[in-house]
């Protein structure tokens, strides 16, 4: 997805409630919702293995045919809230460079579905099943068609990057994981409560214990589950703030970057100009109204994307007939 949906992002303006409900890739909370499903199913789709395209090791726990039922509902929807363009110039011109994009990344024998959107927004995003939207306002700020192929193989190479499927099974993973620390920690602030209000009566049996007494450390012992069970809930809070900024974004900006390099990659096997995606980042950078921190975005900013993009770029042309062959570089860790 070029811009993210629920954050402000380079050039992406205001979208309305309805539309980042539909857009914000509403097939994980779709998949967070049919747990048991997926949980089933688990077993026989998870597994470490390394994506050919970007040579990174993937922990899958969904499948690309899960992944594109949950979102065709979600596309479905779109197309039926959202005005579509049916002008030529646009719906034409997107599916023609869509086709050579999707050549170039050797998946020109899939079916693939384009829209247009009647929108003044600078975004295009993916959905599973090869469901690409473009804005209207996103082919209007591009300065040709090697820039509109910039953001398609961008969009490309989130499908081939099994992106979605990843991102799904983390979230799957980061609920399990917090819930179990959650849960283990809760636990011991309850065996705490129980140990002291032990302590208070000793060794004494309950008729050693005055009535007096005894209602005290009743009291104090649920003044301390009260306060077990409410750290418990702010415990919960910060695990799932702490997981979200500590894996979860910088994961999924991890993919934007990987998107990047892989849709210059199949610019380039298309015939198109791979230098244009970085024009284009620029133009991005300079429009750019963005002031949310890097680090709680889901996406790099503009000029971070401008940068690596001609990095890559140059080095993939430095190695000639040897080069375009993988997304990596010499410094990458």
């Known amino acids: 997805m070029l811009c993210s949906h629920g954050h402000h992002h380079e050039n992406c303006e205001h979208v309305k409630k309805d539309e980042q409900e ?41 499948g690309d045919s899960q992944l594109s039922q949950m979102a065709a509902s979600s596309w479905n929807e779109a197309k039926a809230k959202l005005p579509t363009s049916t002008d030529p110039r646009y719906l034409r011109r997107l599916q023609n460079i869509g086709a050579r994009v999707s050549r170039g990344a050797n998946k020109g ?40 192929a910039a953001v398609m193989g961008h969009e490309v ?61 009743q009291r104090e012992y649920q003044r301390c589950m009260q306060g077990a069970q409410y750290n418990t809930r702010l415990l919960s809070a910060a695990l799932g703030m702490g997981y979200s900024l ?38 991005m950078a300079a429009a750019s109204t963005r002031k949310t921190p890097e680090f709680m975005s889901t996406h790099p900013s503009p000029a971070r994307r401008a940068r690596e993009l001609d990095a890559y770029i140059r080095f993939q042309e430095k190695l000639g007939s040897q080069g375009w062959q993988n997304i990596k ?3 990458d860790a």
Not at 129 to 144: S, T
Not at 257 to 276: C, E, F, N, T, V
Request: hydrophobic fraction near 40%.
């Open 157 to 217: 190479g989130h499908v081939t990057g099994k992106h979605a499927a990843e991102r799904v099974s983390q979230q799957m993973g980061g609920q399990l994981v917090v819930a179990g620390g959650t849960a283990v920690a809760g636990s011991q602030l309850q065996k705490s409560c129980r140990s002291k209000a032990m302590n208070r009566i000793g060794g004494r049996t309950r008729e050693q214990v005055s009535r007096q007494e005894l209602y005290a450390i």
């Open 329 to 331: 570089l010499p410094d």
């Open 22 to 62: 539909m857009l914000d890739r509403r097939l994980m909370v779709q998949a967070l919702a049919a747990g048991g499903a997926l949980t089933l199913a688990a077993p026989a789709l998870s597994g470490c293995a390394t994506n050919p395209e970007t040579g990174s090791k993937q922990f899958l726990l969904v």
């Open 246 to 283: 500590g894996v979860v974004l910088p994961f999924s900006r991890k993919h934007e970057l990987q998107s990047d390099r892989l849709g210059a990659k199949y610019m380039h096997k298309a015939g198109y100009d791979p230098m244009q995606a970085v024009r284009l980042w620029e133009k």
């Open 109 to 148: 024998d899939e079916a693939w579905d384009y829209a247009v959107f009647e929108k003044e927004s600078k975004n295009a995003f993916v959905l599973p099943g090869n469901r690409v939207g473009f804005y209207k306002g996103m082919m209007d700020f591009a300065d040709n068609d090697d820039q509109i």
